[in-house]
């Protein structure tokens, strides 16, 4: 990768990726969706409430479970706010809101929006308009059943307007509900220490004559997020190559992602036990994970709103019944955080796969441990990067170096090709059976520089989408100037040393047999490539900077190598 045409080649494959990705998000096939059974819950047209959430269904009644109809659920447009409950742990600051028990607020402490700017986390759940994302939760009673169950519109009592994480390691948040004669529901809320897993515990007590039969039901609700895509920036912005939309794992399809115009052309309709339910964006995301014995069904919705559409994803469970006097308790746990690639997998099978390498993943999964390994030695991502390009090239050194010895051979060659190219003049056919006659006669094989690049264009590949998908890297410091290695370097330092060594590369490859016009280009490139990158991630730019830097090292002592050897012999 170090001679400028293997550059300006891996700069096509680059953007062509690039572009093939755009084209994939606005023209690729939408996901295939599996039948749900007959007496699977289906869900059916729904009109949002005024506060944008979506009425719970209203169940009908099939043998074994309940079926939403068409009919909304109460409308919440005339009932008052209530002051949500607001939870502090170490790593979360979450409000519930009393009408439904939802989560509509959910900031990540650890994670400011801008360098070390704590006071303004990340908010990823946010029931604003313009970034509309909440967790939603409820009861929904079967036909024909006198009991009326709480969906994610009833009003919930909270003995507390706030609660704090302090000297323990688990916090409890209770809300109650109940009817006189009816159902109790107690819904309560688990957080704890250092953990972005909150479990959710719904204790249904049958204090009425008749059993209640229905079903429990969670869901993900959101709009697309906001990503700028304008200019050249735009076109930089590493988030907008992340994926965002709404994912499920089964045990049996593995891990599924549903973009969100594949809401309204083909609606998710599937049941499965052991797996979950998300909504992706960049870095973060949020997770239903029912228990893993659980048959849940699987749908999504798209909903109209005078702010622009919402997205629903939901996970309904099968048929419970609780009979009078009795009461039984209904879980499920909701991710909050991070795309952690460490941890993901001992919270839920799958979850891991939320980070999207997409087709480099085999590769990437590895880089990133053995990132993850030298920022443990190093405590700083930069010198992680580096460490990793001193591994890599050592794993390819040999490689490398058939390389630059063909390299350095055609170096020694270009006067006599240049005496070619001035006897045959414009008969390339006649220049070309010279050039071959020449190359066999001193051994050199043009072609021995490309294997060391077709090895390492997916390592760059995966490299890229480490950087691009990897959180931890996230407005992680180097030194000086960058504080952020996931943002372009603000003083394009990187992208001047770039060109830079690329200017040296370019010194020490042969051009014989190049045509003017690609000679010119040639000469160009490093200004060109100085520009791109300029807007790329300081993490890759640095990345491209030593291994490029190395590369021009190690070309030079093996061309002064030669040279000598050479010398000597004569």
Sequence with gaps: MTSTRNLLLIALLFISYLLWMEWEK????????????????????????????????VAGTPPTTAT??????????????????????????????????NIVVADLLAYPRQPKDFANPVRLLDRSDAHFFVAQSGLLSAQGSSLVAPDHQALYQSAQASYQLDGGDTLEVPLT?????????????????????????????????????GNAYRQLQRVPPVIDTSGIKGFSNIERYSFAGAAIYSPEDKFEKLK??????????????????????????????????????????????????????RAMSPLLSVAPGQSRSESARLYIGPKLQSSLDQIA?????????????????????????????TGNWGFAIILLVLLIKALFFKLSEAQYRSG????????????????????????????????????VNPLAGCLPMLIQIPVFFALYWVLLESVELRQAPFIAWIHNLSAPDPYFVLPVLNAAVMIATQYLTPMAGMDPLQAKMMKIMPVIFSVLFAFFPAGLVLYYVVNGGLGVLQQWIITRRIEAHEKAAA
């Excluded at 749900?36 to 949002?48: G, Q, W, Y």
């Excluded at 006189?180 to 719904?202: C, H, M, N, T, W």
């Excluded at 190219?421 to 020449?438: I, N, S, T």
């Design 260 to 313: 969100f115009d594949g809401f309204h052309k083909e609606p998710l309709a599937k049941s499965f036990a052991g797996g979950w339910a998300a909504m992706l964006q960049h870095y973060f995301f949020a997770a239903w994970i029912p228990t893993t014995s659980e048959t849940d069904s699987y749908s999504t919705l798209q909903i109209a709103n005078p702010h622009g559409p919402r997205y629903l994803i």
């Design 68 to 101: 939403p109809s068409s009919a909304p659920a109460s409308d919440q447009s005339s009932a008052p706010a209530v002051a949500p409950v607001v939870v502090s742990t170490d790593v979360l600051r979450v409000e519930i809101d009393p009408r439904g028990g």
């Design 177 to 213: 509900w109940s009817q006189p004669d009816g159902l109790a529901v107690r819904k309560v809320f688990v957080f704890k220490r250092g953990s972005y897993v909150i479990e959710q515990r719904e204790e249904i007590s049958n204090h009425g004559t008749q059993a209640w039969n």
């Design 349 to 377: 099978p799958g979850l891991s796969l939320t980070i999207d390498y997409g087709m480099f993943k085999v590769i990437a999964e590895p880089l990133h441990w053995l990132l993850t390994q030298f920022h443990k030695l």
């Design 26 to 57: 606005d023209y690729g096939p939408a996901p295939a969706t599996a039948p749900v059974a007959s007496t699977s819950t289906t869900d059916a047209a729904a009109t949002p409430a005024a506060d944008g959430s979506t009425p719970a269904p």
């Design 408 to 443: 350095a051979r055609m170096r020694k060659l270009q006067p006599r090709l240049a005496a070619l190219k001035e006897r045959y003049g414009d008969d390339r056919q006649k220049f070309a059976a010279a050039q071959m006659e020449l190359f066999q006669k001193e051994k």
